[in-house]
C-alpha cells in the first residue's frame, strides 16, 4: 500500500473518531442540560449513569447514586415494578411509558412519569435500560384539587338547589302578585349569585365578611349611611351563604322601610368575637357576634303592625340563618329602628386557622 493510501486511511479513522468523540459529547450535552432526570442502569438493576435532573429531582448527588440499586428510589410497595420492568427489557419487550411514585434521598414521595428504553452494545445485545423520569406532582396535585372543587361545587349547588326551592315555597306563602312574587324570587336569586361569586373567586376557600357585606349592599346605593367594623375575618362558605341571604333580607327591608330609604338613615353593622355562655367558656369556645343596626325618622302613617312584618325576610333573620350557623338571632323591630343580633359559634363561621391557639386567636382579630 502506498504511503498516500496509508495517510489517507488513518486520517479517515482519526475523522471518524473525532467525529465519534464529537456526536458523545454533543449527546452527554444533552442528557445534562435536560430538565427531565434521565439515568442508566444494567440489567442488574445497578445505577450506572445520573444527570444533573436527577439530582435535583430525587437528592442524590451522581457520586452517592452511580454504583447503587434503582431499588433506593422506589417505595417498598412498588418494588414489582422494577421485576417487571428488567423482565421485558431483558426479551427485548417494549415498556410503555407509565406515572408512578418514587422515594427522594429525605424519604418524600413524588409523581413521576417514566419512560424506559433498552441500552444495547455495539454487537445488538441489550445490556441495560435508559429511564427518563419527569416529576408529575404539581399537575397531580392540580387534578387533586380539582377533583376536590367539583366535589364542593357539586355539593354546594344541590344545597342552593334546595335553598332555591325553599325560597320558592316561603315567598308563594306570602305574596299573591304573581308579579311581586317574580321580583322577589329574582332579587333573592341573585343574592345567592352573589355569594357564590366571592366563593368561586377564592376557589371555594371563604371570603371576607368584609366583603359580603359589601358585596349585598351595594345593589341599594346609600354607602356614605353604612358604617362596617369588626375585625377582618375569612367566613366558611356555609357562613358566607347564610349570612349572604341574612344581609340581602336586611338591605332589602331597609331599603323599602328603613334606614337605607330616606337620606337622614344610618345603618350601623358591628362584629365582635367574645366568649361564649358560661357552658361555651367552660370548654374554651369562643363566640362570634353580630349586630345589625339601622335608625330612621319613622315615616308619616307608619304604624306599630306595619313593624312587626313576619315575611321570608324574617323566616331567614330569626330561623333559618341562625340554626343554619348553630346560634341564636334577635330581630326587634320598632318605628324608625331595627336590630339584628347574631350570636353562632366562632367554629362554625370562620374558615379553620393552620397554627398555634394563639395564632388562631390573632386571625380571628382578638389577639394582642
Known amino acids: 500500500m502506498a504511503m498516500s493510501e ?3 486511511a488513518v486520517t479517515g479513522i482519526v475523522d471518524d473518531e473525532r467525529q465519534d468523540a464529537t456526536a458523545d459529547a454533543r449527546l452527554a ?18 445505577i450506572t449513569s445520573w444527570n444533573s435532573a436527577a439530582e435535583r429531582m430525587f437528592g442524590y448527588s451522581a457520586e452517592e447514586a452511580i454504583g447503587q440499586s434503582i431499588l433506593m428510589l422506589i417505595p417498598d410497595h412498588l418494588k414489582g415494578e422494577e421485576t417487571e420492568i428488567i423482565s421485558r427489557v431483558r426479551s427485548g419487550g417494549q415498556v410503555a411509558s407509565y406515572e408512578t411514585t418514587r422515594r427522594r434521598k429525605d424519604g418524600v414521595l413524588i409523581a413521576v412519569s417514566l419512560t424506559v428504553s433498552p441500552i444495547k452494545n455495539a ?3 441489550i445490556v441495560g435500560a435508559s429511564k ?11 387534578e387533586r384539587r380539582i377533583r376536590l372543587l367539583m366535589r364542593e361545587v357539586n355539593h354546594r349547588v344541590k344545597n342552593q338547589f334546595a335553598v332555591i326551592l325553599s325560597m320558592v315555597r316561603e315567598t308563594s306563602k306570602r305574596s299573591s302578585d304573581p308579579r311581586e312574587f317574580e321580583e322577589l324570587i329574582r332579587a333573592r336569586i341573585m343574592a345567592l349569585s352573589r355569594s357564590h361569586d366571592l366563593l368561586v373567586t377564592s376557589e371555594w376557600a371563604g371570603a371576607s365578611l368584609f366583603d359580603l357585606i359589601q358585596e349585598h349592599l351595594k345593589p341599594f346605593g346609600r354607602e356614605e349611611q353604612i358604617t362596617l367594623s369588626g375585625p377582618v375575618l375569612t ?9 349572604g341571604m341574612a344581609f340581602h333580607e336586611l338591605g332589602t327591608n331597609s331599603s323599602k322601610y328603613g334606614a337605607l330609604g330616606t337620606e337622614e338613615g344610618r345603618v350601623e353593622i358591628t362584629w365582635t368575637i367574645g366568649p361564649g355562655d358560661q357552658g361555651s367558656r367552660a370548654s374554651g369556645e369562643r363566640e362570634f357576634q353580630l349586630l345589625w343596626e339601622e335608625t330612621s325618622k319613622p315615616r308619616p302613617g307608619t304604624r306599630r303592625d306595619e313593624t312587626a312584618r313576619k315575611g321570608f325576610g324574617t323566616v331567614v333573620l330569626k330561623r333559618v340563618a341562625p340554626q343554619s350557623l348553630g346560634g341564636s ?35 380571628a382579630g382578638f389577639g394582642p
Open 123 to 125: 454487537h445488538g445485545e
Open 329 to 363: 338571632a334577635v330581630l326587634e323591630r320598632l318605628p324608625g329602628h331595627l336590630s339584628w343580633r347574631l350570636n353562632a359559634p366562632l367554629t362554625s363561621i370562620i374558615v379553620p386557622q393552620v397554627g398555634s391557639e394563639a395564632d388562631n386567636d390573632a386571625a
Open 235 to 243: 367566613l366558611q362558605s356555609n357562613a358566607v351563604q347564610n349570612l
Open 6 to 8: 496509508i495517510v489517507a
Open 132 to 142: 427518563i423520569a419527569r416529576d408529575i406532582s404539581a399537575a397531580k396535585e392540580s
Open 29 to 46: 450535552a444533552i442528557v445534562d442540560s435536560s430538565f427531565d432526570a434521565i439515568i442508566s442502569k444494567d440489567l442488574n438493576s445497578i
